[in-house]
T-cell receptor, first 115, second 113 residues
Framework: NAGVMQNPRHLVRRRGQEARLRCSPMKGHSHVYWYRQLPEEGLKFMVYLQKENIIDESGMPKERFSAEFPKEGPSILRIQQVVRGDSAAYFC?????????????FGPGTRLTVL | AQKVTQAQTEISVVEKEDVTLDCVYETRDTTYYLFWYKQPPSGELVFLIR??????QNEISGRYSWNFQKSTSSFNFTITASQVVDSAVYFC??????????FGAGTRLFVKA
């Protein structure tokens, strides 16, 4: 059973460009979570999605960031007009259910560098 | 709100020493789960353990053991006979009463040969 997959693993963008990060959850998992890890810091929750629904986006910056999890295909985290402060590692996690008890399994992360 | 505190920012030990990583949490929930994750230098996050608040027995997995003390709200993690490959950042995390796992700042462990 393949784990959570994220691509690309490394992404370099210039200021003002768009970044698209992809996450394919583990087979059988219908819940996806995105986290951001700034250098030398812990992970911060961004958004929680189920198929075709955003359940909680309270951790998302109000502007330039959006996320989706379509019926078919991976979850996408999109950052428009990137700025240097967006440079971070972005982790996706998935779980089979939403309950507190569920373990979230993490992907390897996408390291975004904004020049 | 739920909160996790990992007071140790960095720990450095010599190989084969035992090391304990502390985790103190705050919660108003009567039932909850706690997690530990490992982030090696390669950057990925590796799930280590999930512990139910009802189960206060210590858990051991190879060189890893966890000591859950509900009375002191602590969930400490001990590595016995540490190895260089144990060098990583270790995160303690509780669910928040929904689905937003809150991670502590992590403890960076250096194991020297």
């Amino acid at each position: 059973n393949a784990g959570v997959m994220q691509n690309p693993r490394h992404l370099v963008r210039r200021r003002g460009q768009e970044a698209r990060l992809r996450c394919s959850p583990m087979k059988g998992h219908s819940h996806v979570y995105w986290y951001r890890q700034l250098p030398e810091e812990g992970l911060k929750f961004m958004v929680y999605l189920q198929k075709e629904n955003i359940i909680d986006e309270s951790g998302m910056p109000k502007e330039r960031f959006s996320a989706e999890f379509p019926k078919e295909g991976p979850s996408i985290l999109r950052i428009q007009q990137v700025v240097r402060g967006d440079s971070a590692a972005y982790f996706c996690a998935s779980s089979p259910q939403t309950a507190d008890t569920d373990t979230q399994y993490f992907g390897p992360g996408t390291r975004l560098t904004v020049l | 709100a739920q909160k996790v505190t990992q007071a140790q920012t960095e720990i450095s030990v010599v190989e084969k020493e035992d090391v304990t990583l502390d985790c103190v949490y705050e919660t108003r929930d009567t039932t909850y789960y706690l997690f530990w994750y490992k982030q090696p230098p390669s950057g990925e996050l590796v799930f280590l353990i999930r512990r139910n608040s009802f189960d206060e027995q210590n858990e051991i997995s190879g060189r890893y053991s966890w000591n859950f003390q509900k009375s002191t709200s602590s969930f400490n993690f001990t590595i016995t006979a540490s190895q260089v490959v144990d060098s990583a950042v270790y995160f303690c995390a509780p669910p928040t009463g929904g689905f937003k796992t809150i991670f502590g700042a992590g403890t960076r462990l250096f194991v020297k040969a």
